[in-house]
């Protein structure tokens, strides 16, 4: 796996509830992490029975951080029927942790759910990434800062590349269009919070590019094939019918 640490697997292990997953998320997923970076570990955990139907349940959401090994942890994991539910809405997010390559912790529920993935997609998904990118886009402006302008590069890459191809790939390194970036990546790597380098791009011909990518994401939504809505519902209702039925 790209620069996930060896010991990734021991962070997941330690969550209080049996995993249907746990993948890593964040810049190491977008092929452009930092020595700084933090490790972002992304999963679905599964509450017993007694905790969902009782007056006392559990949590939905369990999160949770520290330092290991000099590297910051961002731990976050939904609950099945929370995750199912985040699933069929336009999500970009829960995607790309259901469907990273940077695998920690799998299950043969997690395959499940991977299958039903395609069935979730619809061209609502481009709100998804047009609303990220423009955020990314203000805080680069405020800021001038590299990392906020990847994010922007990388999330309007990905939401284009759904929508012509209804395929989730969160690489930009994979996805990249642009001459700059690969020195962009390369410069990030030294550090989370380093500005722009004026020397590999100027500001104006970024602004230009995500104009111009944020506008063919536009279009690319008006033209997708994708279905408007999803169609996995029954089956995700299904699957956490029998999850819960057989703990």
């Not at 962070?11 to 490790?39: K, N, Q, W």
């Not at 509450?47 to 590297?71: I, Y």
């Not at 930009?172 to 700059?180: A, D, F, G, Q, S």
């Amino acid at each position: 796996m790209d620069d996930v640490p060896p010991w990734a697997g021991d962070v997941a292990d330690e969550h209080p509830y049996p995993l249907v997953f746990a993948t890593v998320s964040g810049a190491h997923l977008y092929g452009f992490a930092s020595v700084d970076s933090d490790l972002d570990l992304r999963a679905c955990h599964v509450l017993p029975l007694d905790e969902v139907v009782g007056l006392t349940t559990g949590p939905q959401t369990v999160e949770s951080g520290g330092v290991r090994e000099g590297m910051e942890l961002d731990v976050v994991s939904q609950e099945l029927a929370k995750f199912v539910r985040l699933l069929l809405k336009p999500n970009g997010y829960v995607l790309e942790q259901l469907l990273s390559p940077l695998l920690v912790r799998t299950s043969p529920l997690h395959e499940e759910l991977r299958a039903l993935a395609p069935h979730c997609l619809t061209p609502e998904h481009a709100r998804h990434y047009l609303g990220f990118a423009a955020g990314q886009w203000q805080l680069y402006l405020k800021t001038g800062e590299l990392k906020p302008a990847l994010y922007t590069l990388r999330v309007l890459h990905t939401g284009l590349h759904l929508m012509r191809t209804g395929e989730v790939e969160a690489d930009l390194r994979v996805l990249n269009t642009l001459p700059y970036v690969p020195g962009l990546i390369e410069a990030k790597r030294a550090g989370e919070h380093h500005a722009l380098p004026p020397d590999l791009v100027d500001p104006e011909t970024l602004a230009a590019d995500v104009a111009r990518l944020t506008a063919e994401l536009e279009a690319a939504r008006d033209a997708s094939k994708l279905p408007a809505t999803p169609s996995a519902g029954p089956a995700l209702n299904d699957l956490v019918i029998r999850t819960r039925l057989r703990r």
